[in-house]
């Protein structure tokens, strides 16, 4: 059974940092597609960040050159690092895997983890 654990989340002021870990158990994360999600209040959940199997990584443009996506392998973890945040990055995070979710995004996706809430502070 595939479990997603995300911890990390919290209170930040704006231009802030904070860095989000998804611990997975019944995957190994360095084998799987895996992929950070998003849902803000009163919005639809969305794409963040994902990073395949071969280390590819792909970003949504909102988050482009401020979030990275990476791996620890040892330690079957996934983080999301998060600087200079936005008030409009205050969500909750999601982290995901699923064969599909480069090409198909929230329909690709497998698992899901229970979600860590993020807010950002103006």
């Known amino acids: 059974q595939v479990q997603l654990v995300e911890s990390g989340g919290g209170l930040v002021q704006a231009g802030g940092s904070l860095r989000l870990s998804c611990a997975a158990s019944?995957?190994?994360?360095?084998?799987?597609?895996m992929g950070w999600f998003r849902q803000a209040p009163g919005k639809e959940r969305e794409f963040v960040a994902s990073i395949t199997w071969s280390g590819s990584t792909r970003y949504a443009d909102s988050v482009k050159g401020r979030f990275t996506i990476s791996r620890d392998s040892a330690a079957n973890t996934v983080y999301l690092q998060m600087n200079s945040m936005k008030f409009e990055d205050t969500a909750v995070y999601y982290c995901a895997e699923g064969a599909f979710i480069v090409v198909r995004g929230l329909r690709g996706v497998d698992y899901w983890g229970q979600g860590t809430q993020v807010t950002v502070s103006s």
């Open positions: 019944g995957r190994t994360v360095s084998s799987s597609n």
